[in-house]
């Protein structure tokens, strides 16, 4: 695959549906997006105290997050023994100073150093321990305690990336009188097909009405009102926040969750509902997703209940909603990306291209019916995957 | 029933009677067999917990519950378009408590689910909490343990 032809496949207004099938794309996708930018990881409350890790992937590394026992410093490192490449840790969330694989006992403590190894006879001086430590990733950035990880060097630092994605990250974390935590468990749901589905879908109003149809019907019998759609559309906006990063705005309560937006943090990251929202990418047609229910800080018990019980409404593998997009926006998508024939190989992202707005910060912005986020998702796909 | 302890084969086929509610697609029947204060429950990473502090896959309670059985029923829940054809296999039923008025019974499942094509297996175990009603009994509570209740699962849109 050459970039030439991959610079072919993002037109304006339009992508091509090699994005989501090609085994070659995808594999290039983990290098030149997954390997080249910043890739969320974990958010501090899941390694509150000191000693503290979790597992997790960028790209199609495993990698462990820990809270160094001495610093409380974060470390991202690999999960490899520099030996004979076993994973050193197997558990999803813990705590440990040590982590010592089970292969030959090599021994790690919780900053990637290594500590020793069962019968240090077999190596002379020339083998240098302190190059042997778990590999670190090279660049680790904490906002507002959202922890991400680049494996590149090459990227701009996390604040210039994150841009003007930053304010409404404070926003979130301001939605508790004393914070926000990660700290009631998951809804981990699979799908057989491509991550970037579920990254458009996390802003993608246009389907409100037609895919959850169903769902809105339930809170209109329920409220005896009816959402107006059309009236909707026109109040809300889809901004382009840059770097890949979009933003929806919504126009009063759907019924799905607090937040009063949707937004993407390109490629991995989403914050939706009452959700902070994890895509990872499996293979070409086989994606993870992670939603992990923000909890309030210093709000009573009752009101992060009432939080939990609205998310399950619409959102994880039994919820009203999810259930409906794996169906109609996954799977009747991946069915329907095998016709190519007589040019149906493209699918349309123009819709209202004809009427955006570019502020003095750059930012495009057009109505919530609009496709501004997959354009602006497809730009930043573009630029990383025709990179040299 | 009163001072009698209940046969183990009398809930046994109370549970097989439920799961044919389910199998043969009689949702509104199935919805019928539980109180107005019940809940049905599917956790979430794990089996035991406190559902006001941690998220669950399914905590119904009798309201969201119906409205499940609704948008089943009402053409538009696209996730079961196509519709999963499921078995569930009841067995090692045993009660765990019983007064008067409630028996608690434990029952391990195995559910295959056909949709598109592809044969899925849901295996666990069941936890329910019947209420007394005249010659039988109502669903006070339904937990349903999933063995991979913690891993990255499908569309769970179908009743389980």
């Not at chain 1, 919780?110 to 430590?133: A, H, I, S, V």
Request: proline share 3%.
């Amino acid at each position: 695959m050459n970039t030439v032809k991959i610079s072919d496949l993002v037109k304006e207004g339009a992508i091509h549906g090699d994005v989501y099938k090609d085994e070659e794309i995808f594999q290039k996708e983990m290098k030149n997006i997954f390997e080249n930018t910043w890739v969320y990881v974990a958010h501090e409350s899941e390694i509150a105290n000191s000693g503290d890790y979790k597992t997790t992937f960028i790209g199609f590394n495993p990698v462990i997050v820990t809270r160094d026992s001495d610093s409380d410093e974060i470390h991202v490192v690999l999960n490899r023994c520099r030996h004979r490449a076993a994973t050193v840790c197997q558990q999803e969330q813990g705590n440990a100073n040590y982590f010592r694989c089970a292969y030959h006992g090599w021994t790690y403590s919780n900053n990637g150093d290594l500590t020793g190894m069962p019968f240090q006879d077999g190596y002379d001086e020339k083998f240098d321990r302190c190059k042997m430590g778990l590999i670190k990733v090279p660049k680790v950035g904490v906002y507002q305690g959202f922890i991400f990880a680049s494996l590149s060097e090459d990227v701009p630092s996390l604040e210039d990336y994150l841009g003007h994605a930053r304010k409404y990250i404070d926003y979130v974390v301001n939605t508790g009188p004393e914070g926000i935590a990660l700290n009631a468990g998951v809804h981990k749901y699979s799908f057989d097909g491509n991550w970037k589905l579920q990254v458009e879908n996390t802003i993608d109003p246009y389907h409100l009405s037609v895919t959850h149809r169903s769902f809105f019907n339930l809170v209109a019998n329920k409220t005896g009102k009816r959402i107006n759609f059309s009236k909707m559309h026109k109040n809300e906006k889809i901004r382009d926040l840059g770097n890949g990063h979009s933003l929806y705005e919504l126009d009063g309560d759907l019924g799905i969750g607090a937040l009063p937006f949707n937004l993407i943090i390109f490629p991995n990251l989403g914050f939706v509902g009452s959700q902070v929202r994890v895509t990872r990418p499996i293979s070409v047609n086989k994606t993870h997703v992670s939603l992990y229910p923000i909890m309030l800080k210093g709000v009573s018990v009752e009101e992060n209940a009432s939080r939990l019980r609205k998310h399950e409404g619409f959102y994880g593998p039994a919820g009203f909603g999810t259930v409906d997009d794996l169906e109609v926006g996954f799977d009747r998508v991946m069915e329907g990306l095998n016709a190519k024939a007589n040019g149906a190989e493209w699918l349309e992202i123009s819709r209202g291209m004809n009427r955006e707005e570019i502020d003095e910060d750059g930012i495009i912005t057009a109505t919530s019916s609009d496709e501004v986020s997959a354009r602006a998702l497809y730009k930043e796909w573009r630029r990383l995957m025709t990179k040299e | 029933m009163n001072g009698v302890l209940i046969d183990r084969k009398d809930v046994e086929a109370f549970l097989i009677d439920e799961a044919s509610y389910l199998n043969d697609g009689n949702f509104s029947e199935w919805l019928d067999l539980f109180t107005e204060d019940a809940w049905y429950w599917i956790p979430s990473n794990k089996d035991h917990y406190d559902p006001n502090t941690h998220v669950s896959i399914i905590y119904d309670n009798k309201e969201r519950l119906g409205e499940r059985v609704w948008r089943l029923q009402s053409g538009l829940a696209y996730g079961q378009e196509p519709q999963s054809r499921t078995r569930h296999l009841i067995s090692n039923v045993r009660v765990l408590d019983q007064d008067d008025q409630t028996i608690t019974v434990s029952s391990n499942f195995i559910i295959v689910e056909l949709r598109r094509s592809i044969q899925t297996i849901y295996s666990g175990r069941f936890e329910h909490n019947l209420r007394k009603n005249g010659n039988s009994w109502k669903i006070a509570a339904k937990k349903v343990e999933l063995i991979n209740n913690n891993e990255f699962i499908g569309n769970l849109s179908f009743l389980l």
